[in-house]
């Protein structure tokens, strides 16, 4: 699996006339793990929803390529998205609040993603899902399928949502901003669920979040956004070498424990970045 | 506030209108006026059905201007003519012209139509607003009452209501509205319910300001545009109810020209000469539909979702 | 100016807040820390008087607080919320949210007041007349402190006033934050999950989990290291391990 992003453009109509929220973004990834850091409005999101083809109708995707595993995502059938979606690749969002069915129990949500693609009976669908829940590292995973969304904390729904999107076997997991909903010490169990089981079946994981810190502390490769475009891109190992002023500021800018300032460093932004 | 006045001149002028960054309190109000304004003729039907309405009301008001004849002037040598040169749209059954009835019967039901409005939305609202806001035994005393009148079958209470009074316009309206107002406070009540717990209630809640400021300042306005939406969408229904209590002889009464009344009286020569009752019955359909199409209009402006 | 003793909060049979006490000298900054439900946000509600349901003793400037606050209370006690896209009234300008303080306590002179809060929040004036949604983030962000501080409130209940802003917008947010307390000798409570900020705007408090505050203690100790609760340990670790990264 090998996603090939090149000179990506994502644009939607204004009033003032079309608006680029994303220009040229160029990235690769195999089965790694690669960050995709910025702020609200840098086009972060929309850039991994692009390679599902799931953004907004009155959205203009252009790009010199794009494509998953060989397939241009641009020129591909609905039907072929369909094979891609939720199968070879997966998406975690924010929230599981919003994102899993309130009226189904958590284990027959994940035996249905399971059962999607295999011809298998119910009652092995959720044997699997039982299965899949322990691999998320849920200790009575026969309680928890059982259980409806709204009785799950936000750490359990999260994990119900990864085995949700595991259930496939996909060779991508994009998951965007999946633990910022969620406490400290769950975000760091999660993300290092995660990274667990990405290594252990040889995924690919896309990781976009604001959290420049968190991401480059569980990614391979980090790409660091700024209003629609790819500022610097680091190995996760050299924050502390960043170039870019626009990196150097988000890390500057951050309160810290270790070294206390009176006064936090604000960043000013250059127009020259965005060339 | 000095210099808030000058603003009047600048009407016409759309870069004032639509600046970004407005001078003063009245140029941003009319800049959001505008801006609504601009929103709303650009839907046609919308538009269509303002005009229509506009021009309904109009007729109503210049109703002695434009009839040709005195719509109680009767005419037995001349019944149930068909629409000729004399009388435009032919004459009734006591040989009445059609026309200038119905004209005068705009009068009438459009006139009940916006007292019954005019009752029955800031009374839903308050009902329904307060009921949401303070919750506990005020909501619950609020809603049951709602729930009983909104039980019972409308036509049958406002049937009751007008037949324990006089039979007329007046009672008419009272009864019509007394049976409109229920859902009107359901709708506000829910709105309020999920505005009272935002955190743009408590931050008003911490500026002292007393409950009763609260639910007429902040949260009567967000009601506000469902209400608006509901009420339009509500005017044909108001007017159809109208007809069928002068239908059954219990709203307006003879010779009172109101639309409902009209097609009452002309039933029995639906089959002879059809267009007797066909032509109030077209004027309550155009009244209904430009209602329709406003409300729906509103709607799409006034809910900020949309933008 | 603050003293809170033994509060408790119900939600109906539920104690959300079980027996919480500390106090805030004139002009100072605590801080409280913890999870999602360890009870922090709803200490501060009680505090503003957005909470009925409570009891022990608290005290702003002396004057013992009882379950109704009278207008005077809020002329001297004021709160900045988490969600500067929810706290904002989505139909009224900012001008119109700025003016409503003056209107209800009867302070003349608004225009000029609106314009000098705008300023005093570095927002430029051409933000007056727009609704919140034409805003940033963090410009929401200022104009609800703004507000906060148009009756020239003593007490300032900061409830997450940056955790949904972009760190370089919280960096700025928080600055502004400690300018203003600098200049106008604010007294602030701020509530956070964030160990980080607490304790860079905070020079005092206290761990919450569970309901209850299990430590408290000043943020050079915790810099230090020098706790003595497992809770704020795992607090701080999880803290400085990113930081280190």
Known sequence: ?275 | MSGVRTAWPNLLDRDWLLTDSPGSRSQALWGQRYRLWRDFSANRLAMAGLIIVLALVAMAIAAPLLATHNPAQQELTNRLATPSAAHWLGTDELGRDVYSRLLFGARVTLGMVLAVVALVAPFGLAIGCIAGYYGGLVDKILMRTTDVVLAFPRLILALAFVAAIKPGITSGIIAIAITTWPPYARLARAETLTIRNTDYIAAVRLTGASSARIVLRHITPLCLGSLIVRVTLDMSSIILFAASLGFLGLGAQPPSPEWGTMIATARRFFLEQWWVPLMPGLAIFVASLAFNLLGDGLRDVLDPKQR | MISVQDLVVRFGPVEAVRGVTFAVGEGQSFGIVGESGSGKSTVLRALAGLNDDWSGRMTIGGVALGPKRGRAFFRRVQMVFQDPYGSLHPRQTIDRALSEPLIVHGIGDADRRIRQALAEVALPSSVRFRFPHQLSGGQRQRVAIARALMCEPEVLLLDEPTSALDVSVQAEVLNLLADLQDRRKLTYVMVSHNLAVIAHLCPQLGVMQGGEMVEMLSASDLRAGRVSHPHTADLRRLSTELEEA
């Not at chain 1, 997991?173 to 169990?189: C, G, H, K, M, R």
């Open chain 1, 1 to 275: 699996m090998k996603v090939e992003i090149d000179n990506l453009t994502i644009s939607f109509p204004s009033p003032q006339g079309m608006r680029a929220a994303v220009r040229g973004v160029s990235l690769t990834l195999g089965a790694e793990k690669l960050g995709i850091v910025g702020e609200s409005g840098s086009g972060k999101s929309l850039t991994a929803r692009a390679l599902l083809r799931l953004l907004p109708g009155s959205a203009v995707v252009r790009a010199d390529k794009l494509n998953f595993d060989g397939i241009d995502i641009l020129k591909a059938s609905e039907r072929d998205m369909r094979a891609i979606r939720g199968r070879r690749a997966g998406l975690i969002l924010q929230d599981p609040k919003y994102a899993l069915n309130p009226i189904m129990t958590a284990g027959a949500q994940i035996a249905e993603a399971w059962q999607n693609q295999r011809k298998a009976s119910r009652k092995e669908a959720m044997q699997a899902a039982i299965d899949l829940l322990a691999q998320v590292q849920i200790r009575d995973p026969k309680r928890v399928a059982e259980s409806y969304p709204h009785e799950l904390s936000g750490g359990m729904g999260q994990r119900v949502m990864i085995a949700m999107m595991l259930a496939p076997d996909p060779e991508l997991l994009i998951a965007d901003e999946p633990t910022s909903a969620l406490d400290a010490s769950v975000q760091a169990e999660i993300l290092r669920l995660m990274e667990d089981l990405v290594s252990r079946r040889g995924m690919g994981l896309m990781l976009i979040s604001h959290d420049l810190p968190l991401v480059s502390h569980f990614c391979d490769r980090v790409v660091v956004m700024y209003a629609g475009q790819v500022m610097e891109e680091l190995q996760a190992g050299e924050l502390v070498r960043a170039k870019h002023p626009y990196t150097r500021g988000l890390l500057e800018c951050l309160p810290s424990l270790s070294h206390p300032q009176t006064r936090l460093p604000v960043m000013s932004r250059d127009p020259a970045w965005l060339a």
